[in-house]
């Protein structure tokens, strides 16, 4: 009876790779993923897409299938990310300096976008993340 159970499971495995469910990554959102990390999300779409060899629409496509986001999207949150780890670096930011720093055109900018994805100001943000345990990631 056990055994049967393996092997139902092992069946299961092997039908939901086959439905790929479980297939290999897509190496151009790898290597986009890779370019939007290094630049922690403050590159332009020309260069994200560049050397590629695909059309923005494939690529757009590709990656939006792979992480339900577009490349845009996901540069968006990392650059957010990248501007939230430098302000806990900070006891007090400078917010200004910070929004220069991480990519960001001004300071309104920088705030425009926390309160469209975090619904606060930076500042607030600040203040909710200064409260948290961090672990490894400043």
Sequence with gaps: MRESGIQGLNELIARWSREKHFSAPDNVVVELTQ?????????????????????????LRRFYEATG??????ARLRRLRHACVEALR??????????????????AHMTREFQDIYGWTPRLVHEYL?????????
């Design 35 to 59: 370019r939007i990390l290094a630049a922690e999300g403050d590159i332009s779409v020309a260069a994200l897409c560049a050397g590629l060899g695909l059309s923005y629409r494939q690529i």
């Design 69 to 74: 986001l577009t490349p845009k999207e996901f």
């Design 90 to 107: 900070k006891a007090a930011p400078a917010w200004a300096d910070l929004s220069a720093a991480t990519g960001f055109s001004d300071q």
């Design 130 to 138: 200064r409260r948290i345990e961090h672990r490894d990631t400043v």
